[in-house]
């Protein structure tokens, strides 16, 4: 293990930092070991990647001096946070500032910052195409990720950048899975008229994080973004067809209607998909998928995804 270049993993017990970790584990003679950040060390997640051979320790995003602890004789660091646990972009770009912070303390060698355009670069809040919300943003959960980018290289962190996708686990957990409409017929609602949405599999976000760290230093400074596949509505619909057995068809609705449907983020998400369908050039060509295929060779497609996870979306 001494031998080994420690990667310390933030939220380690969540979708991209789990994915990270098993990679790293998956990979014995990777030259790589993984140490697993994580709130609370006796939980059932953090104990699982424990017994994969995962080094685990606590700490706390909010807590700079934990952080700088949990990051000591580390060679890289993941870094990401996680909006939908409290909604507060304020929140988020503290929690990146005290990451940033602690890996220039610990002289952490490469960084991977998961991050996500501002959009306010292409909208801005004088733009009444979309609401300006919370006062000044237009997409809180991907401006404030963007903004947060500073903080890593003002402060000369060795840094790259990793733009994510659309996760298809949404289908699963994030209830954009297939309803049942009136008819009984089952459909998947966005408001993406017919442009491509890029999406991927959370697990290959870690697996492609892993391909960087692997490549190391000549992606210090740059921007990637990964992505599995790009499909619209219409082809993610068939897909789920094809996979689930069961006729699933895309109700395509307008940005303002989806801002509208009243659950917790409706209005950021609304303006998120309209941002993606809008400047959809912008936000497709930032994630070709040869980019992942080059640093994760498995990369999954729709198709490969839904084999594997079919059973797990609920139809409602």
């Not at 300006?132 to 401006?143: A, Q, R």
Request: some cysteine; overall charge neutral; hydrophobic content about 40%.
């Amino acid at each position: 293990m001494s031998d080994k270049k420690i990667i310390a993993v933030i939220g380690a017990s969540g979708a991209q930092g789990g994915g990270l970790v098993r990679a790293i584990c998956n990979d014995p003679s990777g030259g790589f070991s993984a140490r697993a950040i994580t709130r609370d060390v006796e939980s059932d997640k953090a104990k699982e990647l424990a017994r994969l051979g995962a080094e685990v320790v606590a700490a706390d995003v909010d807590d700079e001096a934990s952080l700088r602890a949990a990051f000591a004789g580390a060679h890289g660091a993941y870094c990401v946070t996680f909006f939908w646990a409290h909604f507060s972009p304020e929140k988020e770009m503290a929690e990146a500032q005290n990451m940033a912070r602690a890996a220039k303390a610990a002289g952490v060698k490469h960084v991977i910052w998961s991050t996500l355009e501002d959009t306010r670069q292409w909208v801005p809040l004088s733009d009444s195409r979309m609401p300006t919300l919370m006062g000044k943003y237009k997409v809180p959960h991907f401006d404030a990720k963007g903004e947060a980018n500073r903080f890593f290289t003002d402060l000369g962190v060795p840094t790259t950048f990793l733009l994510t996708s659309f996760y298809w686990e949404n289908l699963i957990h994030f209830g954009m899975g297939p309803q049942r409409g009136p008819d009984g017929t089952f459909a998947i609602t966005l408001p993406m008229g017919d442009k491509k949405l890029p999406g991927i599999a959370a697990d290959d976000i870690g697996k492609c994080a892993y391909g960087i760290f692997k490549r190391g230093g000549e992606l210090i400074g740059r921007t990637l973004g990964v992505a599995g596949e790009h499909l619209n509505g219409a082809e993610m619909a068939a897909a789920l067809t094809r996979a689930l057995g069961q006729e699933v068809r895309y109700n395509e609705v307008s940005p303002e209607v989806y801002r509208g449907l009243g659950f917790p983020g409706a209005e950021d998400l609304g303006n998120m998909f309209q941002f993606k369908r809008d400047f959809e050039q912008v936000f497709r060509g930032a994630r070709a998928p040869d980019v992942g295929r080059s640093l994760n060779p498995d990369l999954q497609t729709f198709d490969t995804w839904l084999a594997n996870n079919k059973g797990r979306i609920p139809l409602v």
